[in-house]
């Protein structure tokens, strides 16, 4: 009777709790404030793996010792209660090109939407801002719309040579502002075969990918030694 009687117990308080162990282990985006794409393919005529980058202006008010034309990965702020994936979907169809209207152009809308594992995302150092890294069809700069949202140029560049311009610019410039921001984020520069005349990386991105492992790992680029 005993025993019945402590099963039952036991019984209750599990069916009570287990909603909250759900809640506990389900991921949870919070109030982040924005989220990208950071795409990769394979360059069909190099067989390199390659990252889909695009350059914009980005001002004084967000980027105090370093504005300027910056190449990023493609991304943005969210909108309204959109889970992170949401508004990685939707930054990635706005800056690729797709219309809204009609959801062709670029990849055509949400293209990226079910290519995206949870466990393939890296969260900013300071903010709460989020990177998916997502493998993506290759396609040719000129057949991209030149009507997009905000990317002045698209531009895909060697994985490989994306973390050597920020491996080397933690070399050559080490320390820090007087804000503890970190020196080498204003000085990450692309060759200019893949970028044309505006070479500076988005210090952001050079913030998301300067300690990263996860990426690297996934994309087979080697540890600066």
Not at 118 to 137: C, F, G, M, N, T
Not at 191 to 197: A, D, I, K, L, W
């Amino acid at each position: 009777m005993i025993h019945s009687i402590i099963n039952c117990i036991i019984t209750t308080i599990a069916i009570a709790m287990s909603p909250m162990v759900l809640q506990a282990e389900a991921p949870k985006d919070g109030n982040f404030i924005s989220a990208g794409v950071l795409a990769y393919s394979t360059d069909p005529a190099t067989n390199e793996t390659v990252l889909l980058l695009g350059r914009e202006f980005r001002g004084e008010n967000e980027l105090k010792y370093c504005p300027g034309e910056k190449w990023k990965s493609i991304g943005g702020t969210r909108d309204n209660d959109e889970t992170t994936i949401q508004t990685a979907s939707r930054e990635f169809d706005e800056e690729t090109g797709v219309d809204k209207e009609t959801g062709k152009g670029g990849y055509g809308k949400n293209y990226i939407l079910n290519r995206i594992n949870p466990k393939l995302r890296i969260k900013h150092p300071r903010h709460a801002s989020y990177i998916y890294l997502v493998e993506v069809d290759y396609k040719k700069i000129s057949d991209f719309p030149t009507q997009r949202s905000e990317l002045k140029q698209l531009a895909w560049v060697p994985a490989a040579v994306l973390y050597n311009a920020i491996d080397s610019a933690k070399k050559k410039h080490p320390g820090r502002f007087s804000d503890n921001m970190t020196k080498a984020r204003c000085y990450a520069e692309l060759p200019e075969q893949y970028t044309g005349e505006h070479r500076m990386l988005y210090p952001p991105l050079v913030d998301d990918l300067e300690n990263d492992t996860l990426f690297r790992n996934a994309l087979k680029v080697a540890l600066a030694k």
